[in-house]
């Protein structure tokens, strides 16, 4: 059947809105009721979805190897909206990090259920990310050029924390990466470089000690799932990456940022940091083992400021949405990382990068979410299950049986 346009249309907005991620910090009301730009796009791209299928007599839900892990996790999500005290703002928690994300992946998998047309949605999320990763590389250079960077701090453009704006550039570092080892060449190669550049050099001026863990971790697994004829350069290049990045941190000893976050007692005074919320959490589950506190319910005081979450995602999902929801979380990650593997021995092309970028971006998060929380926010929730679709979507394709002249190309 030929598509209607306002089925192209939703296509494109669903890409539109993978560009617009970072605008969750647009925040306004509609009367009472809280929300953000992002979530306008979101509902706006679910509403002409929902429309266009409905004409065509083909409103549906897609079936999913994931469908029962996410019915639970969105069970444990409702349970610790009825478990929290504020119910209003565990709700609209809810609302942001499971329910309308969640939606968003059945929508993506259907809209580019054909794996050409997730072209489509790289486009978006690679121009978003450019021009986010640019300003935060311009608001950097205006910080240095006027001797303003905070001890410690890296500024940032739109968010509040250069932590959160290296758990949120993890993911499209891990797929322009793939891109350029598997993707197709010529033009798009290029286009795909210039993304990789800007990503990358704002994801290192980050100076994430988290990110660069999770970046150890992905050079790791880079070399060892690589094709053959890629492992050595892969190795030179890694090589080469550390040390330069070695004497980068050496020259740069003495200036404040990098001695607060690098030094011995730098590390110490961080490690203490963690150690701290992590013993708070851990006797916080303790006292709440099944439901957990419920959305919204935990709080930590270090160095006289509130913290929402603990800097751990496996403990922030056990203590906030209880043993269930971490259950299903990592049965879903796992489940996808299962997928992508088993499906990247049979893809071919375009297939294999996209496979390997999503296996990719699900380490850098679960290395990550070691030290902090990479989902319990706006943009890194709806990110996580747009990854997830494009990794549904490219399992489904290199699984499925090929015609023979496909097979022997």
């Keep these: 059947m030929a598509e209607s346009r306002l089925l192209t249309y939703a296509r494109g907005l669903l890409a539109f809105t993978a560009a617009c991620l970072p605008l969750y910090a647009a925040r306004f009301h509609y009367g009472p009721l809280p929300t953000t730009l992002l979530e306008n796009l979101i509902l706006g791209t679910i509403a002409v979805y929902l429309v266009a299928r409905w004409r065509e007599h083909r409103l549906r839900l897609v079936r999913t190897p ?37 939606a968003i992946f ?23 990310t450019t021009v986010f990763a640019a300003l935060n590389l311009g608001a950097l250079a205006i910080a240095v050029a006027q001797h303003a960077v905070k001890l410690g701090a890296p500024p940032s453009a739109i968010y509040t924390s250069s932590n959160e704006v290296a758990m949120f550039l993890e993911p499209p570092f891990a797929m322009a990466t793939a891109l ?46 690589a094709k053959p004829e890629l492992r050595r350069p ?10 330069v990045a070695a004497i980068g941190l050496v020259v740069a000893a003495n200036t404040p940022l990098v001695e607060t976050r690098f030094s011995f ?8 940091g963690r150690s701290n919320i992590y013993v708070h959490t851990i006797e916080t589950i303790v006292q709440h083992p ?36 971490l259950v299903a979380f990592l049965w879903i ?22 496979l390997w970028g999503v296996a990719g971006a699900l380490l850098m998060w679960a290395a990550h979410g070691i030290v902090d929380t990479p989902y319990f926010k706006n943009d890194m929730s709806a990110e996580f299950w747009i990854f997830a679709a494009i990794g549904a979507i490219a399992a489904e394709a290199a699984t499925r049986p090929r015609p023979l002249a496909a097979v022997v190309r």
């Design 180 to 225: 350029l080892l598997y993707g197709e060449s010529g033009r798009q190669r290029r286009w795909v470089l210039i993304w990789w550049l800007f990503v990358t050099a704002s994801l290192l001026l980050t100076f994430s000690r988290g990110a660069l863990g999770a970046l150890a971790v992905y050079m790791l697994f880079t070399i060892v799932s």
């Design 106 to 128: 059945y929508v993506a998998v259907d809209l580019f259920a054909r794996v050409t047309d997730v072209k489509i949605l790289l486009t978006g999320l690679g121009i978003g």
């Design 333 to 354: 990650m796992l489940r996808l990382l299962f997928e992508t593997y088993r499906a990247f021995r049979s893809a071919m092309g375009f297939e294999k990068a996209l």
């Design 66 to 102: 994931y469908d029962i892990p996410i019915v639970l996790l969105l069970v444990a999500g409702a349970i610790s909206v009825v478990v929290a005290s504020d119910h209003r703002a565990a709700l609209g928690l809810y609302r942001a990090y499971f329910i309308e994300p969640v």
């Design 234 to 243: 892969l190795i030179v290049v890694g090589i080469a990456v550390v040390v």
């Design 265 to 272: 007692i730098g590390l110490h005074f961080a490690w203490n």
């Design 290 to 325: 099944i439901f957990g506190v419920g959305l919204g319910n935990f709080v930590f005081i270090s160095h006289r400021r509130p913290l929402i979450y603990p800097h751990d995602l496996y403990l922030s999902l056990w203590v906030e949405i209880g043993l269930l929801g």
